[in-house]
Nanobody, 115 residues
Framework: VQLQAYGGGLVQAGGSLRLSCAASGSTGSINSMGWHRQAPGKQRELVATITTGGSTNYADSVRGRFTISRDNAKNTVYLQMNSLKPEDTAVYYC??????????WGQGTQVTVSS
């Protein structure tokens, strides 16, 4: 499965961005989809996940501000980010988990939040 992420950019604190990630290839094997992020000097961390059935999970730091969704027909996962904070600045990576437990990562998209 190949993943193409886009939608990052520069935004002021309090603003919003929407990330998208489209999957191609053996998309029938996809189970969960999600987003991770990695800030400079920090480890990559889980941001949010969503199952095929629509169950979601969020990191405490983004719950209530970010919303993950997916369009199964388009094999695309979205991350709506509202009330952005400077500490949300990071490279955001989409990720999928297949039915057999394999994973695949997208190339990353930069999100920068200015104060």
């Amino acid at each position: 499965v190949q993943l193409q992420a886009y939608g990052g950019g520069l935004v002021q604190a309090g603003g919003s961005l929407r990330l998208s990630c489209a999957a191609s290839g053996s998309t029938g094997s996809i189970n969960s989809m999600g987003w991770h992020r990695q800030a400079p000097g920090k480890q990559r961390e889980l941001v949010a996940t969503i199952t095929t059935g629509g169950s979601t999970n969020y990191a405490d730091s983004v719950r209530g501000r970010f919303t993950i969704s997916r369009d199964n027909a388009k094999n695309t996962v979205y991350l709506q980010m509202n009330s952005l904070k400077p500490e949300d600045t990071a490279v955001y990576y989409c990720k999928i988990w297949t039915i057999k437990g394999f994973t695949s990562w997208g190339q990353g998209t930069q999100v920068t939040v200015s104060s």
